[in-house]
């Protein structure tokens, strides 16, 4: 067990990192609800195993992917589904202080496909689950229209539902992707649930976005370690959560009650006041809106209406649609965990010693 000085340190360590030009550990909470506090830095299940060896031990853990195989088609069958696994190949490139040997490989050429998937059920299901990975983009890869996936599906199936522009009724899905947000190259979620804001010209309702800082850059060309909280909301109440976590740093937390903002259609924008405007479905076009000085505190996340209705599923997209034909587009994947409390970064065998170069 690590000590409470360790466990200090390492938050000390944090605050004076950078990360995207911000100081880490500081999401932009304005004004409203302070929020819960959570951990970061190596102090999650990943810092009690150097290299993530033996991390899939810890009861908490609920899934492990390594993508440590002979062939992609031993990594494929632990998936239900696989979509176009000519893109998968397995990589000897791997994470700064992973212990394994190779990650996954998506090799993308504009016009030809839209890229490939993996998918899989988390049975039985849970409320609460952190999920964290490894990526690493190619400096000349494509802007992504889709990325990573998490939700629930009542009942859940062994393929990944549809549901594009459409908002969910509460009882039979919801989800949040992690995404790098295309030409822009930023974190952010984008997310699907019964509460969801619609945009024009017709009230279609995509992917909500929240984080909205552009300072949050998705690097190309190195390895970046992310994670997500998503936790469900009690029936009948809107106190669903989520939490982003880059490279160790908490950069994003929103809940029932914080941070402040407004919104303007899909997007809500923390720390923002002022005009904002919401799609109106009684009255079929734009509603304007007034939000004080600083913003309004968030509503929170009605993810469900039912019980039955939770964290169920793992979808592994890597979706390009605007790449130039012919162009290669490469983005590697390791050391996928998901878990019921805070994972962190992948814990250094020799904690001292200087990076390696990858």
């Known amino acids: 067990m690590r000590t409470t000085t360790r466990a200090a340190l390492v938050a000390a360590l944090a605050a004076l990192s950078q990360v995207g030009g911000k100081p880490a550990g500081t999401p932009r909470q304005e004004a409203g609800v302070q929020p819960p506090t959570l951990p970061q830095g190596r102090v999650g299940l990943a810092a009690r195993h150097p290299g993530d060896v033996g991390l899939e031990e810890e009861e908490a853990v609920v899934f492990v992917e390594r993508f440590d195989a002979e062939t992609i088609e031993e990594v494929a069958a632990r998936w239900e589904s696989v979509a176009q696994p000519e893109l998968l190949s397995l990589s000897e490139d791997t994470p700064p202080h992973s212990a ?116 949050l850059v998705a690097e190309r060309g190195r390895w970046t370690c992310v994670e997500l909280r998503m936790e469900l909301n009690h029936v009948g109440r809107s106190n669903g959560a989520m939490a982003l976590w880059i490279d160790g740093a908490l950069v994003s937390h929103i809940g029932e009650g914080f941070p402040s903002g407004k919104w303007s259609y ?93």
């Open 100 to 215: 394994d040997a190779r990650s996954l490989l998506v090799t993308h050429v504009g016009g030809e496909s839209t890229g490939a998937h993996l998918y899989r059920r988390l049975e039985p299901g849970h409320a609460t689950l952190h999920y964290r990975f490894l990526v690493k983009f190619d400096e000349g890869c494509a802007p992504i229209h889709h990325f990573f996936h998490v939700g629930g599906y009542a009942p859940p199936t062994p393929w990944p539902q549809g549901g594009a522009g459409e908002r969910p009724s509460g009882a039979e899905r919801f989800s949040t992707g992690v995404e790098p947000f295309g030409d822009r190259w930023r974190w952010d979620y984008y997310s699907y649930w019964s509460e969801m804001r619609g945009s024009p010209p017709k009230g279609q309702t995509w992917g909500n976005s929240f984080v909205h800082d552009p300072e």
């Open 266 to 358: 899909d997007k809500f924008l923390p720390g923002e006041g002022g005009a904002g405007v919401r799609w109106s479905d009684e009255q079929a076009g734009p509603e304007p809106l007034e939000f004080p000085e600083g913003g309004a505190p968030f509503e929170g996340f009605r993810w469900r209406d039912d019980e039955a209705l939770d964290l169920n599923f793992l979808w592994l997209l890597v979706y390009i649609t605007k790449a130039p034909e012919g162009h290669v587009s490469r983005v590697r994947l390791d050391n996928v965990v998901v878990a019921t409390e805070y994972i962190g970064p992948i814990e250094p065998a020799e904690p001292d010693a200087p990076e390696a170069p990858r």
